[in-house]
């Protein structure tokens, strides 16, 4: 009779002490991707952010008869290209982040190059409505980055969390898989060096 009350007693400890595992195991990985999601919606904030002022900045150059259309069009082809990416923030897969960063780095490249054209175009680059698309631009662009890092932060610790034991054992049978990272490109790290002034309209190369 003892023996069977301890038997009975020492597998419910055990349940018990696997339910607690599994339980506070579920609920941080539901916290972290939670977090995830949290920080990529900063990070959509803050793209958007600068796709309206290249909207403003493309509207702006629109009004010049004279300027060149083939960059223009580049741009624009490029945010429709960029719009279009949709990434399901639930999952966040590592494929849906390389898209979506490829897409908006096009775009970036498109802008950068409209902004060499300006160049010879002084009667745009002296208005003021255009030094402060300049301020503007490089403080998003500063946004970006910090959005961009605090993702990266919060996916690693998700990503780490999943892999460790014992959370690895049961971590894919309830939908809890690898997120995607946004990886460096040589010299994304930068802002790009849009300058407006005409004393001073090149375009340094990031370093």
């Known amino acids: 009779m003892n023996k069977t009350i301890i038997t009975i007693a020492v597998i419910a400890l055990i349940a018990f002490l696997l339910y607690s595992t599994f339980k506070g195991a579920y609920n941080n990985m539901v916290t972290k991707g939670e977090d995830t999601q949290s920080k990529w919606s900063q990070v959509e904030s803050q793209y958007q952010r600068r796709t309206d002022l290249y909207n403003s900045v493309v509207k702006v150059i629109e009004g010049s008869a004279d300027f060149e259309r083939n960059t223009l069009v580049d741009v624009i082809q490029a945010r429709a290209n960029a719009t279009a990416v949709n990434v399901d923030a639930s999952k966040l897969t590592p494929e849906s982040i390389q898209q979506f ?9 498109a802008f950068n190059k409209l902004m060499v054209v300006v160049e010879r175009y002084p009667e745009l680059q002296t208005t003021q ?32 969390y999943i892999k460790k034991f014992p959370t690895n054992l049961f971590a894919g049978m309830f939908g809890f898989t690898e997120k995607g990272y946004f990886k460096s490109n040589a010299g994304s790290e930068n802002a790009p060096d849009i300058n407006f002034n005409t004393n001073s309209s090149k375009t340094e190369p990031a370093n």
Do not use: H, P
């Not at 960063?101 to 490249?109: I, K, M, N």
């Open 101 to 109: 960063q490829q897409a908006q780095d096009q775009l970036s490249s």
């Open 129 to 160: 409505q255009f030094k402060d698309f300049q301020t503007q631009i490089e403080g998003t662009e500063n946004r970006i980055n910090k959005a961009r890092d605090d993702f990266n932060l919060s996916v690693q610790d998700y990503n780490a």
